[in-house]
């Protein structure tokens, strides 16, 4: 298959709504297509042609990412990501659920006592907020990680842990093509559970939420309730 056959195949395996693709994933797509592992240079060589002669368009994504130019069709033999297998079980799921609600209530009750009703909802659900799409990145991040290491997987990238993190850490679109928020690293539940007791966690908290809209901005752009910093708490009390 030479180099134009690769570039209409390319398009064939792109997501047919124009949405993007990272570049691992797509050269990954594009070799199973092929039938046979596609270099990083073959692939480049690929994609550069067809962002010179205008059927592919560049996207956002940190490590670069590639979209159907408007107008061009393909996409026939496009399969959006498939999850990995999640083990554990309902026990692990359930357990793990009870452990959300005992952190969630408890910083509840903590906080309930010393302010209104109002302002404790808007907390509350803040801390709900916060919990649930970081738990959710992390999980995702995990089948991430599960697909492209593992020979069997049509995402597989090879037994290169260097080329496992970068997907990780620069191909967004794994997240974004299954609807999960791409969170920062200091907006993740784990980082700020780590800085609990510093006095002025109520603004870690409001930064983490600015960065997680940073990251979001199609979709939370301005919409999240960055009030944390300004609650009349006493000093530590909502780390407690």
């Known amino acids: 298959m030479n180099a134009n056959e690769?570039?209409?195949?390319?398009?064939?395996?792109?997501?047919?709504?124009?949405?993007?693709?990272?570049?691992?994933?797509a050269r990954a797509a594009l070799g199973k297509a092929?039938?046979?592992?596609?270099?990083?240079?073959?692939?480049?060589?690929?994609?550069?042609?067809?962002?010179?002669?205008?059927?592919?368009?560049?996207?956002?994504?940190?490590?670069?990412?590639?979209?159907?130019?408007?107008?061009?069709?393909?996409?026939?033999?496009?399969?959006?990501?498939?999850?990995?297998?999640?083990g554990g079980g309902r026990g692990k799921k359930e357990a793990t659920t009870k452990d959300f609600k005992a952190v969630l209530w408890a910083s509840a009750d903590k906080l309930r006592a010393q302010m209104d009703a109002a302002e404790y909802k808007h907390l509350v659900l803040g801390l709900i907020f916060l919990k649930y799409i970081s738990d959710t990145f992390v999980e995702h991040r995990q089948?991430?990680?599960?697909?492209?290491?593992?020979?069997?997987?049509?995402?597989?990238?090879g037994d290169d842990p260097t080329e496992h993190q970068a997907a990780l850490e620069d191909d967004r679109d794994y997240y974004t093509q299954e609807n999960v928020f791409w969170v920062p690293a200091e907006a993740r539940w784990e980082s700020l559970r780590n800085q609990a007791k510093q006095p002025d966690i109520?603004?870690?908290?409001?930064?983490?939420?600015?960065?997680?809209?940073?990251?979001?901005?199609?979709?939370?752009?301005?919409?999240?309730?960055?009030?944390?910093?300004?609650?009349?708490?006493?000093?530590?009390?909502?780390?407690?």
């Open 143 to 157: 089948n991430v990680l599960a697909m492209v290491s593992n020979p069997d997987s049509e995402y597989y990238l």
């Open 34 to 86: 092929a039938g046979r592992e596609i270099t990083p240079e073959e692939y480049n060589q690929v994609r550069d042609r067809g962002l010179a002669i205008g059927t592919i368009k560049k996207g956002r994504g940190r490590g670069g990412a590639i979209a159907l130019a408007d107008g061009i069709e393909g996409g026939s033999r496009y399969t959006p990501l498939a999850p990995a297998a999640k």
């Open 202 to 240: 109520g603004e870690l908290i409001d930064r983490a939420l600015v960065a997680i809209e940073n990251e979001n901005p199609t979709t939370l752009q301005g919409k999240l309730d960055k009030r944390f910093g300004a609650a009349q708490l006493e000093p530590g009390r909502m780390g407690e």
């Open 6 to 25: 690769l570039g209409d195949l390319l398009l064939e395996v792109l997501p047919p709504d124009g949405s993007t693709m990272g570049n691992r994933p």
